[in-house]
T-cell receptor, first 117, second 113 residues
Framework: GAVVSQHPSWVICKSGTSVKIECRSLDFQATTMFWYRQFPKQSLMLMATSNEGSKATYEQGVEKDKFLINHASLTLSTLTVTSAHPEDSSFYIC?????????????FGDGTRLSIL | SQQGEEDPQALSIQEGENATMNCSYKTSINNLQWYRQNSGRGLVHLILIRSNEREKHSGRLRVTLDTSKKSSSLLITASRAADTASYFCATGLTQGGSEKLVFGKGTKLTVNP
């Protein structure tokens, strides 16, 4: 149980393009979803936390207008990288949890490798 | 800011040996979690240990937590080639009124057949 699906797994696009990444909880209701960014051989950096039906809470240094997060339902959150540039190339991973999430495991998607040319 | 720091950064062992990874952290925590990541994939949750617990087992995994030393260890017994992955500790904490899960840099484990 607790399966999270992330799509697409890999995307290559031209500079200036906007890219949408979807994160779905397949068998549970995800009241809280998280978006992380991971650089090669490094740790996960939390970008934002989103609760269903409310605005996402962004971490310091993460541009809200650049990384648009929507969590419109209990099973879907999306991250849109707007006007992507080469420096936005990275591995983006979502995770989801429910209820009192801070004392429960997070369930991760398989990540999206984004390459901006 | 970095909270958990894993040690060693990389570990290479033979199949059948035990692997021990350590995690140190700086501030008080609500819980500590260990995750595994295969190359290019998402993370898989292994064990969550609460701040009032000292040890937890799950199959071949054993996690200890010493809050006085602000450290935790993950022991994998009788390792297998399939255990090859990166292992991350993550501290669940309350920071600025918000609850967060902060990941360390990870230990890259290689189990040689």
């Amino acid at each position: 149980g607790a399966v999270v699906s992330q799509h697409p797994s890999w995307v290559i696009c031209k500079s200036g393009t906007s890219v949408k990444i979807e994160c779905r909880s397949l068998d549970f209701q995800a009241t809280t979803m998280f978006w992380y960014r991971q650089f090669p051989k490094q740790s996960l950096m939390l970008m934002a936390t989103s609760n269903e039906g409310s605005k996402a809470t962004y971490e310091q240094g993460v541009e809200k207008d650049k990384f648009l997060i929507n969590h419109a339902s209990l099973t879907l959150s999306t991250l849109t990288v707007t006007s992507a540039h080469p420096e936005d190339s990275s591995f983006y991973i979502c995770s989801a949890s429910w209820g009192a999430w801070s004392n429960q495991p997070q369930h991760f998607g398989d990540g999206t490798r984004l390459s901006i040319l | 800011s970095q909270q958990g720091e894993e040690d060693p950064q990389a570990l290479s062992i033979q199949e059948g040996e035990n692997a021990t990874m350590n995690c140190s952290y700086k501030t008080s925590i609500n819980n500590l979690q260990w995750y595994r990541q295969n190359s290019g994939r998402g993370l898989v949750h292994l064990i969550l240990i609460r701040s009032n617990e000292r040890e937890k087992h799950s199959g071949r995994l054993r996690v200890t937590l010493d809050t006085s030393k602000k450290s935790s260890s993950l022991l994998i017994t009788a390792s297998r080639a399939a255990d090859t992955a990166s292992y991350f500790c993550a501290t669940g904490l309350t920071q600025g009124g918000s609850e967060k899960l902060v990941f360390g840099k990870g230990t890259k484990l290689t189990v040689n057949p």
